[in-house]
């Protein structure tokens, strides 16, 4: 569009909500994955591929061939800003595998991104895409980048160029980006406008698009959704009833609202909900509207008046049905493993359990629903919006969240069944389930 045409009213209201939205993507002064650093959380992802990878007893070549990614890519990515002077960034992409489809994941903006970090999650990616049986490998890309210090105009240029660097690399059966933290629906619809100038039409390229460029209903709330749907599951297995459950949830952003927003509307009991403001507990249970509307105007729960204030480390430790650390990474380690008193955990965040902490919680008998499953929503329905773009068609909300609900309960099904049949924990069973249908993926495809 020519800069000096006018948006029609409705184009422009959107794009100046991105634009807020984008601001409030700013991600907040922590490291990434928490107080776990990112060489941990690589050493997670292998230490639990190598865990199943024993009970499958699987071959050293195979393993090999498993864990090596399949390419490690890394760019300058230099802008002019809008001072004018010239600003040069470091962009990721790492494609992990690509055995059971065309690999996606998440794009990262964030000033502590690394390769290290990037090549973690990934992995994760690709294990993933796999235990819920969705057609695609994995992939994870970044540029570090303090998006705090950026315009839009720059942000929207750091874009366009990192999609210079690499559009060749993705594409809609190569490698599909999706939003991660620091990036939101508007990137993504930059990332298709530029990635179009060289391979023309194309809306599958990228997911978590605008819903009105393409984008699919019900992404925001799939992450959310998937992990209320997965503990409900959850729930029913181990016989306690939803009503009568008390849960704890960790974070109020995007998974965390929509998590405790899916239980009220369950019938569950939300006795605790924080941000990086602190935690609110009530045990007679939280007024979950009440909260999300206090956020929308406040900004965070500081000061919302539903119940007694408490820590976040103080929320970890609650006497509860179910905890959902559903903000941060390695928030739960062996110096408060002992003291947790949740009947299971349900991990809506990437890696909040440390593996010294994971084998803690398999002693002490607490249940744990590991991140490759619990948040496995969102990259459901990025793939949902990837078949609707391929199609030229749209799917309603309802649909979205039937598919959605059809294909998390398959995949808790079988990760369950699998963890009772080889007497493991779910989450080995997860990796289980993962590693032998990319291993299955890799043989029969042959090199
Ligand atoms: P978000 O930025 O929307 O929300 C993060 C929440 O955590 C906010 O409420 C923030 O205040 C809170 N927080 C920040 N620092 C904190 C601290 N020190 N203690 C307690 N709370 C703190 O992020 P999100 O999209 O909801 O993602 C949350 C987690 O879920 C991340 O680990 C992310 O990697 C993972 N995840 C997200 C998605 C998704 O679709 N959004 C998908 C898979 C996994």
Same mark, same amino acid.
């Given at each position: ?8 009213? &409705? ?28 060489? &941990? ?91 819920? /049986? ?5 992939? +994870? ?19 366009? %160029? ?22 939101? &629906? ?9 990635? #179009? ?27 959310? !959704? ?12 181990? +016989? ?9 949830? #960790? ?17 569950? !009991? ?25 956020? +929308? ?19 970890? $430790?609650?006497?509860? /049905?179910? $905890? ?16 947790? !008193? ?47 773009? #391929? ?9 979205? %969240? ?24 779910? %989450? ?20």
């Amino acid at each position: 569009m020519h800069s000096n045409q006018k948006l029609p009213a &409705s184009i422009g209201i959107n794009l100046l909500k991105a634009y807020i939205s984008f601001i409030k993507t700013v991600p907040p002064p922590f490291s990434p994955q928490g107080p776990q650093n990112m060489k &941990s959380a690589l050493e997670a992802a292998e230490q639990y591929f190598v865990e199943a990878a024993s009970v499958l007893d699987l071959s050293s070549s195979m393993r090999k061939l498993l864990m090596t990614p399949e390419r490690e890519i890394k760019v300058q990515v230099p802008i002019k800003r809008d001072n004018g002077e010239i600003a040069t960034f470091v962009g990721y992409r790492m494609q992990h595998n690509s055995a059971r489809g065309p690999m996606k994941g998440g794009l990262r903006y964030h000033h502590e991104v690394n390769a290290d970090e990037v090549l973690a999650l990934a992995s994760l990616m690709t294990w993933k895409t796999a235990v819920v /049986d969705i057609p695609y490998g994995g992939a +994870k890309g970044g540029i570090s980048v303090n998006i705090k210090e950026m315009s839009i105009d720059e942000l929207e240029r750091l874009t366009r %160029r990192f999609v210079d660097e690499l559009h060749d690399l993705f594409g809609p059966d190569k490698d599909i980006p999706a939003p991660d933290m620091g990036t939101n &629906s508007q990137t993504m619809a930059w990332i298709m406008n530029q990635y #179009q100038k060289f391979h023309g039409f194309s809306p599958a390229c990228v997911t978590g698009k605008p819903v009105e460029l393409y984008g699919a209903e019900g992404r925001e709330e799939a992450t959310g !959704r998937g992990v209320g749907t997965l503990t409900l599951a959850t729930l029913r297995k181990t +016989k306690r009833p939803i009503e009568s459950a008390t849960i704890a949830i #960790q974070g109020f952003g995007n998974v965390g609202s929509f998590t405790a927003a899916y239980f009220e509307k369950a019938g569950g !009991r939300v006795v605790a909900i924080s941000d990086v403001s602190g935690g609110v507990f009530n045990r007679m249970g939280l007024d979950v509207t009440a909260a999300l509307e206090w956020v +929308k105007g406040k900004g965070s729960l500081a000061e919302f008046q539903g119940g007694e204030h408490i820590s976040n480390e103080e929320l970890l $430790l609650l006497d509860v /049905d179910v $905890l959902i650390p559903a903000a941060l990474g390695g928030v739960l380690t062996e110096n408060n493993a002992h003291d947790v !008193r949740a009947k299971m955990i349900i991990e809506a965040a990437n890696g909040p359990i440390t593996p010294e902490a994971d084998a803690i919680f398999r002693k002490r008998e607490i249940l744990v629903l590991p991140d490759i499953l619990a948040n496995a929503g969102g990259v459901t329905v990025s793939y949902f919006e990837w078949v609707q773009n #391929q199609q030229y068609f749209r799917w309603d909300l309802r649909r979205v %969240r039937e598919e959605l609900e059809n294909t998390l309960t398959r995949a808790f099904d079988r990760v369950w069944a699998t963890a009772e049949e080889k007497k493991v924990s779910l %989450r080995t069973a997860a990796y289980l389930l993962a590693i032998g249908r990319v291993g299955r993926a890799e043989i029969l495809g042959g090199i």
